[in-house]
Every structure is written in C-alpha cells, then in structure tokens.
C-alpha cells in the first residue's frame, strides 16, 4: 500500500502527516526491525516518526483476553451507567481499573462524577482516576485478533522512544491519539517537544479503525527549523 499524505487543518504550513501501513504487530516483535522495513524509502534521517501506543504495548505482550476478566458487581454496575463510547462501559476493562486502583476509589470516583454532572461538569471519573484508566485501552475496534483483548499501556514508553530513536536514528514519540481531538504523549525521545507532537496529531492521522497504520511519518517540508523539534 502506497502510503498517502495528510493534511490537516491542526498541522502548521510545511508539517506533513504520512500514515504508514505495517504488517499485524505481534507479541515479542522486535519494533526497530518492523519501522525500518515499514519506513524504507518514505523517511529521511532525522524526521519524527509517531508509534501508536497501543502497537507498543501488543509488542510488550501487554494485553489481557477479555475472556479471562471475571467482572465484579460493582463493575458490572457501574459500565451499565458509563457512556456508550467509553472504555469504562466494558465491565472487563472497569474491573483492571478496580483491581489496580481499588474499589473504594472507583467508588469515589463514581460519586463525585454524579455530583460534578449535578453542577454542569463533566469528567470527573475519569480526573481523579487518570492514567488508572488512560492506560488501558477497550477491546471495541482493535485489529483482529485483538478485538476481544484489553490492551495496557506500554511500558516505559520514554526509554523504547529513545531506544528506537538511537536504532533508526530519527525523532521518535509514542502516542495515544482519539478521533475526538485529543492526542497524548506517553513517550518521546529527549528532543522532541510534546505538546508540538500532541497538537499535530489533533486530527489523528494514524486513524481509529481497521487501517492498520499504527506508525505516521511527521514530516517537515517548511523553512526554518522543525517545529517539533528543540534545538
């Protein structure tokens, strides 16, 4: 598959998305090897790759089968009241979040989310659980055959950015990316300006379906200095 460039309205003039397709990630793939191949005759030297974080952690052996989650009660009962689109409406996925964090807080949680909608605001499960629930992604829409697997965040997402970055002597950052305007970086190699990152990806180009492109080429085509890059 030729890979298509995009651009979108959140990327500054002269910074272009490239969407790369890769074979299916899988557990113990050595990541260097499968960007090289992936990348071969699209990158330069020196260009920012982005890694979807969710690839990272299936490399890492970092998902768990739905199917070996036994849901507690009170999971069961609270993803019945969790919006439709949300991890936390997966009982499985809310019962790692109870387990890691415990039920007293998932309680809390859940109380003061009630009381912050009763004043006009939203989100307050998932500020005062954070990265509990940021780092564990849902089963709805991952590839085959990880569509019934609960995928954890990567481990130690700065060192594998800098580890790749040093193999394939680019700019590397691992990212967790939503059709919903939000990008997050949990990793990155030690020059790359997150937030830069994060605002390039406000349109996720890597995409949130089946087109199996876990890896973008941001590649900067403008005058001057790259503007995700610190000097």
Same mark, same amino acid.
């Given at each position: 598959?030729? @890979? ?6 959140? %990327? ?30 699209? *990158?330069?030297?020196?260009? *920012? ?15 768990? @089968? ?24 997966? =009982?499985?996925?809310?019962? %790692? ?34 990265? &509990? ?20 965040? @990567? ?6 950015? &800098? ?11 691992? *990212? ?13 190699? =030690? ?22 492109? =876990?890896? *973008? ?9 790259? @503007?995700?890059?610190?000097?």
């Amino acid at each position: 598959m030729i @890979p298509v460039a995009v651009k979108d309205a959140a %990327l500054p003039d002269g910074l272009v998305a490239i969407p790369v397709r890769t074979r299916l990630i899988a557990p113990g793939d050595d990541l260097a090897v499968l960007i090289r191949e992936a990348l071969h005759g699209i *990158v330069r030297p020196h260009e *920012v790759i982005v890694i979807a974080e969710t690839a990272v952690a299936i490399a890492q052996s970092r998902f768990i @089968p739905a199917e070996f989650i036994r849901p507690s009660p009170l999971a069961l009962a609270l993803s019945r009241r969790a919006g439709a689109l949300a991890t936390m409406s997966q =009982p499985e996925s809310l019962q %790692l979040v109870i387990d890691q964090v415990g039920a007293r807080r998932v309680v809390f949680a859940a109380i003061a989310h009630v009381i912050g909608r009763l004043r006009g605001r939203r989100g307050v499960f998932y500020e005062i659980l954070g990265e &509990s629930i940021a780092a564990i992604d849902g089963y709805t829409g991952t590839l085959p055959p990880y569509e019934r697997a609960i995928v954890l965040g @990567p481990s130690q997402p700065d060192r594998v950015a &800098s580890e790749l970055a040093a193999a394939l002597d680019l700019h590397v950052a691992i *990212v967790d990316a939503n059709d919903l305007g939000v990008a997050k970086t949990l990793g990155a190699s =030690p020059q790359l300006d997150r937030e830069a990152v994060e605002r390039a990806l406000a349109g996720n180009p890597h995409g949130n379906g089946d087109e199996q492109t =876990p890896l *973008v080429v941001l590649a900067w085509r403008g005058a001057g200095p790259n @503007p995700l890059v610190r000097a």
